[in-house]
């Protein structure tokens, strides 16, 4: 069964420096796209990065990268420079066969100025 | 407003009542899709349409949920009998194919509240 984990319920940075959110998944699919999309306090879900499970390169989105490491099957979230707009909900998700969306319980990053 | 748009924002309704919600997806977009998200946790996928037909349908979807997409534009979904579980966020997304599902962008939500 195609599952998403994020272990960390909460997360605390300080503006201007960088931060990882992790991210495990589970599938037997060999096929599959892994996202992370930003909820802030309005409700709505922002996507942030795409990565395919056949890229070769990890991606990047301007302060966002994604470091994906398929063996160990994490797709972490590296936000550098962080910002205090940066506070918010973070969820990782996964669509593969089944052709559903998985998401994780998520992570809430603050941002200390 | 080139976005996709939820509508009604806020629903307030009695248990056992049937309600309906609409989405409108950016307009050149093929793909639609409804989430559910409740405090606390991650959305939970429910269905899904490719222009008018719908490709999947999660089992967390009851028989009181349906969802249509008759013209391949905008999307309704209705929960008849309404029961006290069923409040949350509900949350419509849209995309283009072909693109590995990337780049669902979402709605603002309808916040559904069953009293």
């Known amino acids: 069964a195609q599952k998403i984990t994020q272990t960390q319920p909460g997360m605390f940075v300080q503006e201007k420096e960088a931060v990882t959110l992790d991210c495990t998944y589970d599938?037997?699919?060999?096929?599959?796209?892994l996202f992370w999309y930003k909820q802030p306090s309005s409700g709505e879900m922002i996507f942030l990065i795409y990565q395919g499970s056949y890229d070769q390169q990890n991606a990047t989105e301007g302060r966002y990268s994604l470091n994906f490491q398929k063996a160990r099957k994490s797709a972490n979230l590296v936000i550098s420079a962080s910002q205090l707009g940066d506070s918010a909900m973070y969820f990782c998700?996964?669509?593969?066969?089944?052709?559903?969306?998985?998401f994780g319980a998520g992570t809430r990053l603050t941002v200390k100025p | 407003d080139t976005g996709v748009s939820q509508d009604p924002r806020h629903k307030i309704t009695k248990r056992g009542q049937n309600v309906t919600f609409r989405c409108d997806p950016i307009s050149e977009h093929n793909r639609l899709y409804w989430y559910r998200q409740t405090l606390g946790q991650g959305p939970e996928f429910l269905t899904y349409f490719q222009n008018e037909a719908q490709l999947e349908k999660s089992r967390l979807l009851s028989d009181r949920f349906s969802a249509e997409r008759p013209k391949g534009s905008f999307s309704t979904l209705e929960i008849q009998r309404t029961e006290q579980g069923d409040s949350a966020m509900y949350l419509c997304a849209s995309s283009l194919s072909g693109r590995t599902q990337a780049e669902q962008f979402f709605g603002p939500g309808t916040r559904l509240t069953v009293l």
């Open positions: 998700a996964m669509w593969g066969a089944f052709n559903d969306m998985r």
């Open positions: 599938t037997s699919d060999p096929s599959y796209g």
